[in-house]
């Protein structure tokens, strides 16, 4: 199977011109430094809307946060080589901070799960869909109410504040490229280790820490996007598929949970089990083709890949 974007880099440009917010970012005179501190910056601006946004549920809230963090600590990931203890210690208290905005995850994984088993081709009735959906449903409220308390918020609102103050220290526009292919290699080498051999057998845990990482290695990836917007966008796209493949298994692995003895969906535990492994089979197939040509480079031709799409681009400019 191809790999993606095999071939020579080339320049994107739009409307007959390169895109002036990636040159501004990656102008030759400033290195890959300032596209590092402009990604930092967003996120953090990102997370503190959500916090202030009085439009948003909790749950939403919640959600968006989430989202947030995963960027950062994926970017702490690329700075923990350049940076050192600062980025891996700030690394560790957003994966902190994470664990306790999941409270409400594994009842909405649930409620994505049985989304999922609509599309299954065995048969499964409306009505039964509709009453585990409610009993669900009940559980992520109850969660809600007892998650995203006020001292919660008041820890992520410390945390932010606490990573603006960091951002305004650390040395950021100084960083070369070398060092950030290197983190970005090491991230890519993780998550092609993680790859099972026979991926039928692969142990729920197994898949989801190969999920983990290549949620990672999209963010990281999205950095390079100023240098070859084309393959930054179908890599990114390629990743993001992947993930999706595995979070609906992992979804499915949580809703099977839900169905253990004296669990709140025990009851449905005869008809459920052939769905969930019929859908389980059919993610992990269309998986294993996603991450065979995602990961289809060894590591030593990925970084020196794009640390060609970096020469060029400061040779074009």
Do not use: N
């Amino acid at each position: 199977m191809a790999r993606i974007g095999a071939g020579s880099p080339k320049r994107e440009k739009k409307g007959g011109r390169t895109d002036v917010h990636s040159d501004e970012m990656l102008g030759p005179a400033s290195g890959f430094g300032p596209s590092l501190a402009a990604a930092a910056g967003s996120i953090l601006e990102d997370a503190r809307g959500t916090l202030a946004d009085p439009k948003l549920t909790d749950a939403e809230t919640v959600h968006e946060l989430r989202k947030a963090l995963k960027r950062w600590r994926a970017l702490m990931r690329l700075l923990s080589g350049p940076l050192g203890e600062p980025a891996v210690r700030m690394r560790i208290e957003a994966r902190e901070l994470m664990r306790a905005l999941s409270v409400t995850r594994d009842a909405q994984a649930a409620l994505d799960a049985l989304t999922d088993l609509g599309k299954s081709d065995l048969p499964f009735s409306a009505t039964s869909r509709k009453t585990i959906g409610a009993r669900l449903t009940r559980l992520r409220v109850a969660a809600e109410a007892a998650g995203f308390t006020p001292a919660l918020r008041q820890r992520m609102t410390q945390y932010l504040e606490s990573a603006a103050l960091s951002l305004e220290r650390w040395p950021l526009t100084s960083i070369g490229f070398a060092a950030i292919a290197d983190e970005l290699t090491g991230t890519y080498r993780r998550a092609r280790r993680l790859i099972p051999d026979t991926w039928a057998e692969a142990e729920a845990r197994e898949l989801h820490e190969l999920r983990k990482r290549v949620v990672e290695h999209r963010h990281q990836m999205e950095l390079l996007e100023p240098l070859w917007p084309k393959l930054a966008k179908l890599w990114g796209k390629e990743a993001q598929r992947l993930r999706e493949r595995l979070g609906a298994s992992q979804d499915l692995t949580v809703l099977e949970s839900f169905t253990a003895p004296r669990g709140p969906l025990a009851t449905w535990r005869a008809r459920l089990a052939p769905l969930i492994a019929a859908r389980r089979e059919r993610h992990l197939k269309a998986a294993t083709k996603l991450a065979t040509r995602l990961f289809a480079e060894k590591p030593k031709a990925f970084r020196t890949r794009i640390s060609a799409l970096w020469d060029e681009r400061r040779t074009d400019q």
